[in-house]
């Protein structure tokens, strides 16, 4: 995890720096890269230790229709 942190920090600083190269917008992409990279990874390995959780079926429902319902002909 910690060398995916680093490497999406990285390819986010040297595209904010490489558009800043030709937008001439210097510094101001290169934080803003530093700083979505970053982010991204938090989120990447916040979902990575806690993943989601998979809706739980009612007991005795058994995941599927059984028939067993009223309908009208």
Known sequence: MGVQFLVAILLFLFLGKWLDSRL???????????????????FAMYRRVFPPEKPKSPPGSGGGETGGGTRST
Request: glycine share 22%; with cysteine.
């Open 24 to 42: 001439g917008t210097s510094p101001w992409l290169l934080i803003l890269g530093v700083f979505c990279g970053a982010g991204a990874s938090m």
